[in-house]
């Protein structure tokens, strides 16, 4: 499990500054565009697990730049390019501090709420007499506010996101709209692949020029949900849990091991076997989400291997 890349410490040429997320570190070129490298840490229930999982910051990053892609036609977003397998580069934005979180199905955090008692979620009322996985009349925006490492992100409504001012009324609603074209557009390409996007959650940012485009990931397995088509409605009938392409099996595991992120509570150990059965998981995610065969990077040494290509990239940006 040695040859992953949970920390890095990089110093690109004209770097101005760093920040390390969750997940991903984005370093500041010049403060005119960001380097975000994918890391293969792994975080659930907002704190990050011990160890790193091999090729997840690659499988991660090659699915955002490629839905990026899929989706630009529909909604602007940061990305230039893509010059290592774990790397994504693009302009200089300021964050939303909100995520945009859409769902189609009862499935997951609204469930579990759900299943608690709560018909109200976000400020957006649920019908009552639904069981966990069904799809809801219409997809439901349930956006929760971004914190700092550590803290959970935490649900908000619309009415508090606009009543506190977190976001302007005219770019609320800009990033509503493209969430609703994102998410549809996404329901049709998981459809060819014979999957339902069940849910997933998108982060928005504003350029300098004042353009607000789509950041960070977009339909990858940690910030969607989804499930096959084939058998979801007799699952459903008979009460079966769905079959589904995610990190919930890995919050599964978790919660079946004591833990669910809260104070007091250990992360319980990952051994090198469990480690490489979900890096299993995360290829066999790609290859039904993309429809393609995962190509493995060389990670002899991924650090010599990420410099070498952003550094090349801005040599032939500035030639």
Known sequence: MNNTITQTDFNFSQQKKAYHGKVRDVYTIDNDLLVMVATDRLSAFDVIMPKG???????LNQIATRFMEMTEDIVPNWLIASPDPNV?????????????VIRGYLAGHAAREYAQGKRMLCGVTLPDGLKENDKLPKPIITPSTKEEIGLHDVDIS??????RNIVSQEDYFTLEKYTRALYQ?????A??????????KYEFGKTKEGEIVLIDEIHTPDSSRYFYV??????QRSGKAQKQLSKEFVRQWLMANGFQGKEGQVVPEMTDEYIQTISDRYIELYEHILGEKFVKADITDIHKRIEKNVESFFEKLNR
């Open 53 to 59: 999982i091999p090729y997840k910051g690659q499988i």
């Open 191 to 200: 459809a060819k692949r014979g999957l339902i996007l069940v849910d997933t």
């Open 158 to 163: 619309r009415e508090d996101i606009l009543e």
């Open 88 to 100: 994504a580069i693009g302009k200089v934005c300021t964050p939303f501090k909100v995520e945009m």
């Open 185 to 189: 557009r996404g329901v049709e390409i």
């Open 230 to 235: 084939d058998g979801y409605e007799e699952r």
